[in-house]
């Protein structure tokens, strides 16, 4: 069992930047595929980015691309958002979560097995 706690949001203005950590605990996450998804209230939960277990492959929701990148550090068993050029429309939980084995689908949350409580991040306009 992973637990996945994250952390680094916050209120932030518009073109601003932040980076997210998800920081896992009692399993090794060097074997998991990661992932990032927003949840806005009163919508569905988005994905944002993924990467493989290597690091070796990275992907975006069309929404980010250019603006956020995700990477990790396995020595540290923690995955990172960073985030720039902030929007509006950026503001949602952020949720961290993983997976071990085949990552059937990067971009759908069914795929995910592990999840955290979430970090709200808030861009004002």
């Known amino acids: 069992q992973v637990q996945l706690v994250e952390s680094g949001g916050g209120l932030v203005q518009a073109g601003g930047s932040l980076r997210l950590s998800c920081a896992a605990s009692?399993?090794?996450?060097?074997?998991?595929?990661m992932g990032w998804f927003l949840q806005a209230p009163g919508k569905e939960r988005e994905f944002v980015a993924a990467i493989s277990w290597s690091g070796g492959r990275t992907y975006y929701a069309d929404s980010v691309k250019g603006r956020f990148t995700i990477s990790r550090d396995n020595a540290k068993n923690t995955v990172y958002l960073q985030m720039n050029s902030l929007k509006p429309e950026d503001t949602a939980v952020y949720y961290c979560?993983?997976?071990?084995?085949?990552?059937?689908?990067?971009?759908?949350?069914?795929?995910?097995?592990?999840w955290g409580q979430g970090t709200q991040v808030t861009v004002s306009s």
């Open positions: 009692g399993r090794t996450i060097s074997t998991a595929n």
């Open positions: 979560a993983a997976v071990y084995g085949t990552m059937r689908s990067y971009s759908a949350a069914y795929t995910y097995d592990y």
